[in-house]
């Protein structure tokens, strides 16, 4: 019998007891001490690239000069992901809190919200929350504006440096790193960028404490996380599963009974395929945004590699040649191998060349178009071909 | 030490200043990271990922032009993986291609190409991405012809137009597949805000952004029994001629180039730099009018003027700052005074029709190409300038005529039209118009020369973006005794984002100048978008050095003391802005819109 994936309640949990009092008790103590809190608690970025978040607000708050920025990525553009979403409609308060606890040990005194144009029906809520808060915040005396940003839907724009140059009303295209947003990043301050998730577990983590906190999940991978779940599944939705289950109790759990498939962390992600099941659906040292699409076996999976190629040809910002180009060569490629036009052999030639991708492109776009490539061209390869 | 950085480099240890990037770290000891996006004039870029190394430690390549040196950072330059990703980034490149080189203008010019030869490239690995609609190539300008199915978005074109020249002609449109190079509205090149500076052209690595090419109608024309073909070269082009042709950068080809174009069948081979010379008899007479109305009648007059010989500028300030236009001086560039006087004083003097007159220029410049078919440029009822040729396409013309170049004799300039001075030749470099006015315009006022060993004024000279300098006159001449103690304050500007800053003390009010030199190019005219490429700061250097060996080499370095000058004004044109110079020699400005 295979293990359920253990569910747990501290995201959405009814903890606060009144609006802002996680804020409230925290800024009661020193902001050494919230950001050691972070840091032992081992939370890492929710949005899949998985920086430690204590670290980060750390380097934040030791950066000099009186202007920076908390900007809350709610772009939210990985393909299955619909968490934050949730997250901003049903707790945002713990958002908005884990931003201001972010103001307030880093030293800064305005934020954004960078809400997905899509998203754009959830302002007038969010509005009057961020007005609540600002009610709030001046009990407690902390100076901390938030505005919301709506972006213009571009992919690209949810990594961290293209959308701090869209906000700056430039084409939303990733910088070169170094420098990094804390060091330099919106208006060419230090700025902190993170999901919106990770605002919320940093609030969670300020308010039950980082050995609570650590309690759930594995060594490599703290706490809880969201999961935004679709695909072949009678319980789509979004979930809040412990960190360190297997993907087959997670098949077990929200599979069809013929899961053939699960791609673990959206487009950008890797497809596990049936005979890797008994792994951790998330390895060590991955990270993940939360994005489980699960197909079953009337799915082709050269139809879904199809799709994210097409997906990353138009979704790549084009500015560097090997994301650009290489998008493109990937979708003609196993289209001309499926119609015969090149040989089998040609998927290697692929590989290597995503490969080359994950080398050499500007920013995890083109990257970590080589994750879902290469799982699905190794894994099914006979359904590449024929 | 705070400021200095050592990092290993291929088991080498360098120590270079903070803010080295990893690329110009490794050039300092000698080993080359091949680019392509990178160009010493422009921001970093890092797209086009050619210039990858291994930053030992680090899962990915890392992009060396984009990134800093670090202390204690390790890399490699070459390793199976590096050598594999830039295969790969090369055999992208080619795939987005349209790799019809034999037909390309950049043939054997092409930084594409040469990489493409290097990494030994097979093309058949990847298929065809090239896009159809990018086939269409836009020959709507005058000057600048774009082929986007030869460019390979490393964004130079973008970033010189806008750091460079701030006129943003040229932007990234679309993205992913669809990512080119466009214009506002994807409007052809004549329909937008574009000065045809050409210096996109200059820092394209391919052959996507070149200059429109007359030299095939130019060859009928001196195939033509009928036609009297002559043609007049500037002076940035005798100082940049030679790259073309296999001589180092700054060497100066005047006489074999006259010898060249000669033997090609030129009837009248000319130089601009008398007109160049004319420019500075009309043009100082008009400053010293403007002051004299200022200073003596309390005429409210546009000052500081500026100066008109640059096209590239003429449009910018027509575009940009059209309420100022009052401040240009109304003297045509030297090309177009010329073209104008071939088409009378020359042809009246060799009794030639003028119909039959073939009027070339040969330029270091694109918008010159635009200039000479600009429709008030027909006073002499013809158009006066036929066409304008670059350096490349003048160097081109020399390799199709099948002469040994380097084997040629020297030889000088045809007679009318032909004769030049130091001052004239210094028109080709940055502050060279400025110093040339005011070696003549001082000796007008006082009767003496300008007080500079020499008369080499070296404030004025060399590769600062804005330079400033001031004269003072003592002891004037009688009739310019309202001029006796007075300071004139000039400055010199090259590049049009410095031209802007320029105005926008103009517009603002705040100019303290009388007199100011502005050229579109950075360098002035030998850097010039019509000329050999590439063009860096240590090109532009050797060449503007190649000019000022060429001034002290002339026996006659003011432009007053040009024969043909003193001349033309006896027999044909009588006084300086007289009845015939304003009807020949001068212009009017337009509005454009800004956008």
Not at chain 1, 112 to 140: A, C, N, P
Not at chain 2, 124 to 151: F, P, T
Request: net charge neutral.
């Amino acid at each position: 019998m295979t293990q359920k994936p253990k569910k747990v309640d501290i995201i959405f949990s009814p903890y606060s007891v009144a609006p802002y009092q996680i804020l409230k008790d925290t800024m009661k103590r020193s902001k050494e001490e919230v950001i050691a809190e972070l840091i032992s608690s081992g939370l890492r970025g929710r949005g899949g690239a998985g920086f430690p978040t204590g670290m980060k607000w750390k380097f934040a708050a030791e950066q000099k000069g009186s202007v920076k920025y908390v900007i809350c990525n709610a772009d939210e553009g990985e393909p299955g992901t619909f968490k934050d979403r949730k997250l901003l409609m049903s707790v945002p308060r713990k958002v908005i809190s884990g931003m201001a606890i972010c103001a307030w040990v880093t030293g800064s005194t305005q934020g954004f919200i960078y809400l997905r144009r899509e998203y754009k029906y959830l302002v007038t809520e969010l509005q009057k929350e961020i007005d609540i808060f600002t009610h709030h915040s001046k009990e407690v005396g902390l100076n901390f504006n938030l505005q919301i940003f709506l972006g213009a839907g571009a992919y690209v724009c949810g990594e961290e440096t293209a959308l701090i140059e869209s906000m700056e009303g430039k084409r939303g295209e990733p910088r070169n790193k170094p420098p990094y947003p804390i060091q330099n990043g919106f208006l060419g301050k230090p700025t902190v960028v993170n999901n919106v998730e990770t605002f919320a577990s940093a609030s969670m983590v300020c308010r039950i404490g980082a050995i609570e906190y650590k309690k759930f999940g594995t060594s490599d991978q703290r706490g809880s996380k969201l999961f935004s779940i679709s695909g072949d599944s009678p319980k789509e939705g979004v979930f809040e599963l412990e960190l360190g289950m297997s993907v087959e109790s997670f098949v077990s759990e929200f599979g069809d009974g013929d899961t053939k498939a699960v791609q673990v962390g959206g487009v950008a992600g890797f497809c596990v395929p049936r005979k890797d099941f008994a792994k951790a659906i998330i390895g060590d040292g991955n990270t993940t945004g939360g994005s489980t699409m699960i197909f079953n076996s009337s799915r082709s999976m050269y139809r879904v590699l199809h799709n994210y190629l097409d997906f990353y040809a138009e979704e790549s910002c084009g500015q560097c040649t090997p994301c650009r180009i290489g998008c493109q060569q990937l979708l003609k490629g196993i289209e001309a191998v499926k119609k015969g036009e090149k040989p089998a052999e040609y998927l290697d030639q692929l590989l290597k060349l995503s490969e080359s991708m994950r080398l050499t492109s500007k920013c995890g776009l083109g990257q970590s178009v080589t994750n879902s490539f290469s799982s699905i061209v190794t894994n099914f390869r006979e359904e590449m071909i024929f | 030490m705070a400021n200095k950085i050592t990092l290993t480099i291929d088991g080498h240890q360098v120590t270079v200043e903070h803010g080295t990037s990893i690329l110009d770290a490794a050039k300092q000891i000698n080993i080359k990271i091949p680019t392509l996006c990178h160009h010493e004039d422009l921001c970093v870029a890092g797209n086009c990922r050619i210039c990858v190394v291994e930053q030992v430690g680090k899962q990915t390549l890392t992009a060396s032009c984009a990134t800093p040196a670090d202390n204690g950072m390790t890399i490699l330059t070459s390793s199976p993986k590096i050598r594999r990703a830039r295969k790969d980034i090369m055999a992208l490149l080619v795939s987005e291609h349209n790799t019809q080189c034999t037909t390309c203008y950049r043939s054997t010019n092409c930084e594409l190409q040469i990489l493409s030869a290097e990494y030994n490239v097979d093309n058949s690995i990847y298929m065809s991405v090239l896009k159809k609609d990018d086939c269409e190539i836009d020959k709507a300008s005058w000057s600048v012809e774009k082929d986007n199915s030869k460019c390979i978005r490393c964004q130079r074109c973008v970033r010189t137009c806008a750091d460079i020249q701030h006129v943003n002609a040229l932007a990234v449109t679309e993205r992913g597949k669809d990512m080119k190079i466009s214009t506002f509205m994807h409007l052809p090149m004549n329909e937008i805000v574009c000065t045809n500076c050409g210096q996109c052209i200059t820092h394209c690595p391919t052959g996507a952004l070149t200059e429109r090419r007359y030299y095939d109608e130019i060859w009928a024309a001196i195939d033509n029994p009928e036609k009297h073909v002559i043609i007049n070269t500037a002076p940035a082009v005798r100082v940049a001629l030679g790259e073309m042709l296999g001589y180092p950068v700054g060497t100066r080809v005047t006489g074999k180039m006259v010898t060249a174009l000669k033997k090609m069948g030129f009837n009248s081979v000319l130089d601009t730099d008398f007109t160049a010379d004319l420019t500075i008899i009309e043009e100082g007479t008009e400053l010293l009018g403007r002051l004299k109305d200022a200073l003596v009648h309390k005429k409210p007059v546009s000052l500081p003027m500026i100066t008109s010989c640059s096209p590239g500028w003429i449009k910018f300030i027509e575009h940009m700052y059209p309420e100022h236009l009052g401040h240009l001086s109304s003297c045509k560039s030297p090309q177009q005074m010329f073209g104008a006087l071939a088409k009378t004083y020359y042809a009246e003097k060799k009794g030639i029709d003028p119909a039959n007159i073939v009027s070339v220029a040969g330029m270091p410049c694109a918008a010159k190409k635009f200039e000479a078919n600009r429709p008030e440029m027909r006073d002499s009822g013809y158009q006066d300038v036929d066409a304008g040729l670059t350096t490349r396409e003048l160097g081109y013309m020399i390799k199709q005529s099948g002469l040994n170049f380097q084997d040629l004799e020297d030889d000088d300039f045809d007679k009318i039209m032909g004769e030049s001075t130091g001052a004239a030749v210094i028109f080709g470099a940055t502050g060279g118009v400025m110093e040339a006015a005011l070696r003549t315009v001082y000796f007008l006022i006082t009767g003496r020369n300008v007080p500079f060993e020499h008369l080499n004024i070296t404030p004025v000279r060399g590769l600062e973006g804005i330079k400033a300098a001031s004269v003072k006159f003592e002891n004037c001449l009688p009739e310019y005794s309202f001029l006796e103690g007075v300071e004139a304050k000039v400055a010199i500007a090259h590049g049009l984002k410095n031209a802007r800053i320029i105005m926008d003390q103009i517009a603002a009010g705040t100019s303290p100048y009388h007199f100011i030199e502005i050229m579109a190019c950075p360098g002035g005219c030998i850097g010039g978008g019509g000329q050999p490429i590439p063009t860096t700061n240590e090109i532009r250097q050797k060449r503007i050095d190649a000019i000022y060996a060429e001034d002290m080499g002339k026996p006659i370095r003011m432009s007053h003391e040009n024969p043909e000058v003193a001349q033309i004004y006896a027999e044909y044109l009588k006084v300086p802005l007289g009845e015939k110079s304003h009807h020949l020699l001068h212009t009017k400005y337009r509005k454009r819109n800004r956008y």
